[in-house]
């Protein structure tokens, strides 16, 4: 069994220095521990909750809200993931495939498979509105990478992919953005937004939709990504026509926050996040997020903040 680890939420008062240490110690038990992944098991009965996590990067969700999205998988929701950029940070293809594998990692230990290669349990292309997209399942999740180019945290695009950006989409600075890998071609924010809402759908049955993205709000959620904001501010498009309720998380601002999950609650989200980082270890020592921003990133396994985006009835 993993050890306990007794904490109060929120902490006790202790100085930045000592949460950080306590956390990184947090951290080691998880990694050195080999029944992490077996105590996130699980059993489905799918429902008609439908949850939609919609994200620009592959760790986003991890970071951001791994605890209460793993709590709907475990609920039995019906879970589906879209990650609109390929998450390149200007690089070559060998990273930015890493990190899809990486999150698939993730989802088996959220949806509690004890896979432990990592190969995906089944990916292949679908068509989307003319558009060639990624799909993988895993248990009864699906993933959906559209691996359109990272845009820089400015929001002002990379060299690699000719400068190409969401937020320069969005502004009608470009005309149409590409895939990396040339898979695909979106002719205008119209068209992105049109894909994803169909993505949404697809295998919708009825019942509930919750859409988990990063929040679009400058004053809820400063100084973020431009690509977490423009992702936010696509969700916001994406319901405009249709009455899903949406959550929104904060993003960087995150590590800024008075710590707020519960001993299991960090737990479980570092186990989520971890794997990850070890999928990018694997491959290559020096792609580690944990080891180039360990601060951060152990802060943000003790906080998850959302607020529920106020409900639009459409008749």
Known sequence: MVPALRFRTPMPDFNRKRRLAFTAAMLQVIVSSPTARAELSVRYTPNQKYDIVVVAHQDDWQLFMADIVAKRIKEGDSTTFIYLTAGDDGRDSLYWQTRELAALQSTRVAVGTQQTNSAPTSCSRTQVRGHAIKQCLTANVKSYFLRLPDGKRDGLGFARQNYQSLRKLRGRKIAA????????????????????????????????????????????????????????????????????????????????????????????KTAIFLAYDREMMHVNKRWSAYGEHPAFYSECMLRTYVRNAPVRRVR
């Open 177 to 268: 953005i590409a895939a990396v890998d040339g898979s695909a071609s979106y002719s205008g924010w119209e068209d992105l937004t049109a894909t994803v809402r169909e993505l949404i759908e697809r295998g919708f049955t009825g019942g509930e939709i919750t859409i988990h993205t990063t929040d679009p709000s400058i004053a809820a959620n400063p100084h973020d990504h431009f690509d977490h904001r423009m992702t936010g501010l696509l969700v916001v498009d994406v319901r405009k026509t249709r009455s899903w309720n949406a959550r929104y998380y904060v993003g960087y601002a995150l590590a800024t926050r008075a710590p707020n999950r519960s001993a299991d609650q960090a737990r479980e």
